[in-house]
T-cell receptor
Framework: DAKTTQPNSMESNEEEPVHLPCNHS???????IHWYRQLPSQGPEYVIH???SNVNNRMASLAIAEDRKSSTLILHRATLRDAAVYYC????????????FGTGTRLQVFP | GAGVSQTPSNKVTEKGKYVELRCDPI?????LYWYRQSLGQGPEFLIY????????DSGLPNDRFFAVRPEGSVSTLKIQRTERGDSAVYLC????????????FGPGTRLTVL
């Protein structure tokens, strides 16, 4: 499985945009880029996913580099509730049967 | 609707004892996963069920760990002869069919082995 690399931690102020980077230089053509996040004392929750094009949903946006070797999760206006560990995970179509989590990026949001 | 539920939320046991952890997936989800999370680490895959059968149990650390899903819904993770190193949060997730469908996680069971 292709590996992802994320910074250990990032900080933001409330109501500011946050850009969480993920490098995946060995990504293959059929790998989807998924993001999950884990709030304190909770199980992970799905945030967003994409293949080649940028994606938007009510939680976040996902910007995917043209060569697909990196992606950025964008929270447009961080809130205190967005403080969590964010995981970037590659999933190879229907040929993957488990999520492989790294250590993720711990996002701190300050009021 | 109801999400994934796990019971108990906390379990404290003594070294050498047997424990069972229960997972109730979202109704209608055929895929069920167990993960284990140690402090400061991301969740680690243990086992994946498709229906009643274990499709991938490659993450189970040794033969003290066993999981069942006899009717294709509720699953039980069983740990024999618990060791202090088994202390962790055990997470269950379900999805409609399997990856790449979204996995929905429960809140986890925190297991402490004294």
């Amino acid at each position: 499985d292709a590996k992802t690399t994320q910074p250990n931690s990032m900080e933001s102020n409330e109501e500011e945009p946050v850009h969480l980077p993920c490098n995946h230089s060995t990504i293959s053509g059929t790998d989807y880029i998924h993001w999950y996040r884990q709030l304190p004392s909770q199980g992970p929750e799905y945030v967003i996913h994409g293949l080649t094009s940028n994606v938007n949903n009510r939680m976040a946006s996902l910007a995917i580099a043209e060569d697909r070797k990196s992606s950025t999760l964008i929270l447009h206006r961080a809130t205190l509730r967005d403080a969590a560990v964010y995981y970037c995970i590659l999933i190879r179509g229907y040929n993957t049967d488990k999520l492989i989590f790294g250590t993720g990026t711990r996002l701190q949001v300050f009021p | 609707g109801a999400g994934v539920s796990q019971t108990p939320s906390n379990k404290v046991t003594e070294k050498g004892k047997y424990v069972e952890l229960r997972c109730d997936p979202i109704s209608g989800h055929t895929a069920l996963y167990w993960y284990r999370q140690s402090l400061g680490q991301g969740p680690e895959f243990l086992i994946y069920f498709q229906g009643t059968g274990a499709a991938d149990d490659s993450g189970l650390p040794n033969d003290r760990f066993f999981a069942v899903r006899p009717e294709g819904s509720v699953s039980t993770l069983k740990i024999q002869r618990t060791e202090r190193g088994d202390s962790a949060v055990y997470l269950c997730a379900s999805s409609i069919r399997g990856l790449p469908d979204t996995q929905y996680f429960g809140p986890g069971t925190r297991l402490t082995v004294l």
